[in-house]
């Protein structure tokens, strides 16, 4: 394109070329548009026909609220070609008929669009055009599910690259972060995290400080001062990271919501969380114990958890049907990440297990509340009370029984005992149902005793040696000190 037509276009005024390449049509649809009076235009001469770039949009704009139907694209047949091209050995191409899927590539000519079969037999659609430089771009629509939506992505990413040839870019209509939380919690939290009411507590948070700005304004000058007001607040790191998260995740959505412009989203740092990792787990003392203090059905989750590694809700929500009784097998499935896992049951599960087995009536739930007959929902308060009540003196008034001891430290436990039987740590990744071994190192800690063992097994193996070559215990060189020092 010459650069007089580039600035005319940029003040405004497009050919019928330019609005045919814009909206991916034919170049005589454009014209019969305009005689019709479908789209408006400039006649600036008799022969002449020019069009503003805002009636083109507004037009555009029109069209979302009724989607075009296929027979309004003549310039792009919606039915695949009765003759379509294969690739075959040595470059060849030959064959007829249905869309080839196979593991090479099969393009259907004129179109654009074509299949591609991945090493698994998934067959993807995928389009082919060229940009303002006229390099070849080849890309897989991921969620395309005909060749409707191949083309109607096609026509976009053409429409795209000719904007950027021509320095067109439409702002995205701005929005407050207060209206876009709601948006994001009603469209995406509610529909796809099962932890959205946790969401609701960060949006709070992020409300406080964001609320007055728009979406685009959230730049890192503002994500510092929320962090510094979290922090002055008491509000932990790990806990302010959580929010981050949930804040990235909506920044990320706004781009494809067409709220933010890609290069305007900022980019957010966390606080480093090393120096916070819990290590608590339960020892042999505490857990008979916090047995003995428990109630049964307590006791029984607890005997569960220990010995299964499952998370307080998957334990709450199982249902008999998960238990394989046969197998010695749990199908746990209201996951964390959302994929099912199996656990192997143990001896002192399978007897726990099968007992419960032998009490219960017709309930599918393997843990009811004697309340509402429903499936119990949490044991916070029953699990605090029984953690206080397992003194190791019950007459010692003083003893505060076990003291730092929360649930999910039920499943570190689980994890160490299972790094200290010998466990390699891909099978404890998958008992404990972690997407990556480096979320698994967090759990295989090993306990004090163990690190107490492990020195002085270093200890004998490498005693100390005097000034003369003589090997010396690490007790005699203490006393040797020590009567040095008197």
């Given at each position: 394109m010459k650069s007089q037509e580039i600035s005319r276009s940029r003040q405004g005024l497009l050919t019928a070329e330019e609005v045919a390449s814009y909206l991916g049509y034919h170049r005589d649809t454009i014209y019969d548009w305009a005689e019709s009076g479908k789209m408006r235009c400039i006649r600036p001469g008799k022969r002449s026909i020019r069009f503003r770039l805002t009636d083109v949009d507004e037009w555009l704009k029109k069209q979302e609220v009724e989607p075009l139907s296929p027979k309004d694209l003549p310039a792009w047949p919606l039915t695949l070609p009765s003759v379509c091209r294969k690739k075959g050995p040595y470059g060849k191409t030959g064959g007829t008929g249905e869309m080839a899927k196979a593991k090479t590539k099969s393009r259907c000519s004129g179109n654009g669009v074509y299949q591609r079969t991945t090493k698994r037999g998934i067959v993807r659609w995928c389009i082919s055009y060229y940009d303002a430089t006229g390099k070849r771009i080849q890309r897989v629509i991921k969620n395309a599910q005909s060749e409707e939506d191949a083309l109607f992505a096609r026509r976009s990413a053409v429409s795209e690259a000719f904007q950027r040839q021509l320095g067109i870019r439409r702002k995205p209509d701005r929005i407050s972060f207060s209206e876009y939380a709601d948006l994001y919690l009603e469209n995406y939290a509610k529909i796809n995290k099962r932890s959205w009411n946790t969401d609701v507590s960060y949006l709070k948070s992020m409300n406080s400080a964001f609320g007055s700005l728009f979406l685009d304004e959230i730049g890192p000058l503002q994500i510092e001062k929320y962090k510094a007001l979290r922090r002055k607040d008491g509000v932990t790191k790990s806990t302010t990271n959580r929010c981050l998260a949930v804040l990235r995740k909506m920044l990320t959505l706004g781009v494809e919501w067409e709220y933010l412009e890609k290069d305007a989203v900022p980019k957010i740092k966390f606080f480093p969380e090393k120096d916070n990792l819990k290590e608590r787990f339960l020892t042999d003392d505490e857990e008979q114990r916090l047995l003995a203090s428990a109630s049964p059905t307590l006791r029984s989750i607890i005997i569960i958890a220990v010995n299964t590694g499952m998370r307080l809700g998957e334990i709450l929500g199982l249902r008999w049907d998960q238990v394989d009784f046969n197998a010695q097998r749990i199908r746990v499935e209201r996951t964390k990440s959302g994929r099912i896992r199996h656990i192997e049951i143990n001896t002192p599960l399978l007897q726990e297990l099968t007992r419960l087995k032998s009490l219960d009536g017709r309930s599918p739930y393997v843990f009811l509340?004697?309340?509402?007959?429903?499936?119990?929902?949490?044991?916070?308060?029953?699990?605090?009370?029984?953690?206080?009540?397992?003194?190791?003196?019950?007459?010692?008034?003083?003893?505060?029984?076990?003291?730092?001891?929360?649930?999910?430290?039920?499943?570190?436990?689980?994890?160490?005992?299972?790094?200290?039987?010998?466990?390699?740590?891909?099978?404890?990744?998958?008992?404990?149902?972690?997407?990556?071994?480096?979320?698994?190192?967090?759990?295989?800690?090993?306990?004090?005793?163990?690190?107490?063992?492990?020195?002085?097994?270093?200890?004998k193996a490498h005693p100390q040696r005097d000034g003369t070559g003589n090997g010396s215990s690490p007790s005699c060189a203490v006393q040797e000190a020590g009567s040095t020092i008197q």
């Open positions: 509340s004697d309340v509402t007959g429903k499936p119990l929902t949490t044991v916070k308060t029953a699990f605090k009370g029984a953690c206080r009540r397992a003194k190791k003196d019950p007459d010692d008034k003083d003893d505060p029984g076990i003291v730092g001891l929360r649930f999910h430290d039920l499943r570190h436990t689980f994890a160490s005992r299972l790094n200290l039987a010998g466990a390699d740590p891909v099978t404890i990744m998958e008992l404990m149902g972690h997407s990556s071994l480096k979320m698994t190192e967090r759990y295989t800690h090993t306990n004090i005793e163990q690190k107490r063992k492990a020195v002085e097994m270093m200890a």
